[in-house]
T-cell receptor, first 111, second 113 residues
């Protein structure tokens, strides 16, 4: 089955800096890659997703890039703010299977 | 608010007991997914139902079972509970296959003493 590795497990940045979280996946048939943000004690919420026919997608301060050849995708957050502090999960799916999640990255943004 | 509801919010029980967690998906969503999230762990997929039928199974223990009813709500049954079953249990729903966004409920926090 699919295996998703996520790095780093924790990431500390200063407010205004950029943050990058990377994920690799094992199943070359995977074609859907969402990113979820989970604040402490809350539900995971989708922040951005990308499909395999697209190499990059942006939404304001958030962007995701996908390299299908290397089987990795990354989340980029620019101009980080304290409210960006949360755990971020990447996931992968072939579309005929369910989502396989990475183990999460705790992002801490210091004012 | 995602539109997915879960009850109860908190559940405290003893080892060996059995509990039932309930999930109501967003209006119109046919798929329901159950996940377990333990401390310092990611989201472990347990099981998926689509329109009343089991669609996919993940790392679900034999002591656990689920079902989806004709009105599309779902229940997750956990029996012979062990201390290690203490976790947050999330339900998510989507409109179709997993290429569609999964909307998560608020979760049920289970504590086994």
């Amino acid at each position: 089955g699919e295996n998703v590795e996520q790095h780093p497990s924790t990431l500390s940045v200063q407010e205004g800096d950029s943050a990058v979280i990377k994920c690799t996946y094992s199943d070359s048939a995977s074609n859907y890659f969402p990113w979820y943000k989970q604040e402490l004690g809350k539900r995971p919420q989708l922040i951005i997703d990308i499909r395999s026919n697209v190499g990059e997608k942006k939404d304001q301060r958030i962007a995701v890039t996908l390299n299908k050849t290397a089987k990795h995708f990354s989340l980029h957050i620019t101009e980080t703010q304290p409210e960006d502090s949360a755990v971020y999960f990447c996931a992968a799916s072939t579309g005929y299977s369910t989502l396989t999640f990475g183990k999460g990255t705790m992002l801490l943004v210091s004012p | 608010d995602s539109g997915v509801t879960q009850t109860p919010k908190h559940l405290i029980t003893a080892t060996g007991q059995r509990v039932t967690l309930r999930c109501s998906p967003r209006s119109g969503d046919l798929s329901v997914y159950w996940y377990q999230q333990s401390l310092d762990q990611g989201l472990q997929f347990l099981i998926q139902y689509y329109n009343g039928e089991e669609r996919a199974k993940g790392n679900i223990l034999e002591r656990f079972s689920a079902q989806q009813f004709p009105d599309l709500h779902s229940e997750l049954n956990l029996s012979s509970l062990e201390l290690g079953d203490s976790a947050l249990y999330f339900c998510a729903s989507s409109g179709g296959d997993s290429l569609n966004e999964q909307f998560f409920g608020p979760g049920t926090r289970l504590t086994v003493l």
